[in-house]
């Protein structure tokens, strides 16, 4: 299994700018989250998805953030319009609801508005 | 939300054990204690997680309290690749929303 695949791994992008970041779970998992990290911060929850129906997104900052996940095997996380204050790196993570093995994440996307 | 409470960095010899603690005593019953680990420029992985009973995998042990108020990850020998940001989670089940607090940044020393 190749696990949680990201992309892509670095987005350089202009303040004002749409983002949009792309996540594909493992196969057979369930539940999916997108999470952000920061060194202020540390790491934060966004929102998190089961069986593709967005369950929690009370972390989502603000409107101009929104994710779908349209399928089990594909999620997208979308700023418009994108500020200086998102940069971060934005982690998606994956996991089984039938199993207790924890989460699997991904390698992340480094985000930096300019 | 269970709240935990770990030291905010500890050093280590490598080959020598690494025992990092933790502090959940709001930790529910149903509530698993989950270890994650985060490698620098890295997403966190898991690494091992237990509800009573001691456990041990091939990274690591994890020793929980009778009371289940405070647990223990052992490195049993610890390499310089376990340089890392330790963090322990309580959580219900493995779909259930993580929260991750600042955890315990781990070096280990040539």
């Known amino acids: 299994d190749a696990g949680v695949i990201q992309s892509p791994r670095h987005e350089v992008t202009e303040m004002g700018q749409e983002v949009t970041l792309r996540c594909k779970p493992i196969?057979?998992?369930?539940?999916l989250f997108w999470y952000r990290q920061t060194m202020m911060r540390g790491l934060e929850l966004l929102i998190y998805?089961?069986?593709?129906?967005?369950?929690?997104d009370s972390g989502m900052p603000e409107d101009r953030f929104s994710a779908k996940m349209p399928n089990a095997s594909f999620s997208t996380l979308k700023i418009q319009p994108s500020e200086p204050r998102d940069s971060a790196v934005y982690f998606c993570?994956?996991?089984?609801?039938?199993?207790?093995?924890?989460?699997?994440f991904g390698s992340g996307t480094r985000l930096t508005v300019v | 939300d269970a709240k935990t409470t770990q030291p905010t960095s500890m050093d280590c010899a490598e080959g020598r054990a690494a025992n990092l603690p933790c502090n959940h005593s709001?930790?529910?019953?149903?509530?698993?204690v989950y270890w994650y680990r985060q490698i620098h420029s890295q997403g966190p992985q898991y690494i091992i997680h237990?509800?009573?009973n001691n456990e041990t995998n091939e990274m690591a042990s994890l020793i929980i309290t009778e009371d289940r108020k405070s647990s223990t990850l052992i490195l049993p020998h610890a390499t310089l690749r376990d340089t890392a940001v330790y963090y322990c989670?309580?959580?219900?089940?493995?779909?259930?929303?993580?929260?991750f607090g600042p955890g315990t940044s781990l070096s280990v020393i040539p």
């Open positions: 993570a994956s996991s089984d609801r039938g199993q207790f093995g924890g989460y699997t």
């Open positions: 196969s057979g998992h369930n539940s």
């Open positions: 998805f089961n069986n593709n129906v967005p369950i929690d």
């Open positions: 709001t930790i529910s019953g149903n509530e698993y």
């Open positions: 237990g509800l009573k």
């Open positions: 989670i309580p959580q219900e089940t493995s779909y259930d929303k993580v929260i």
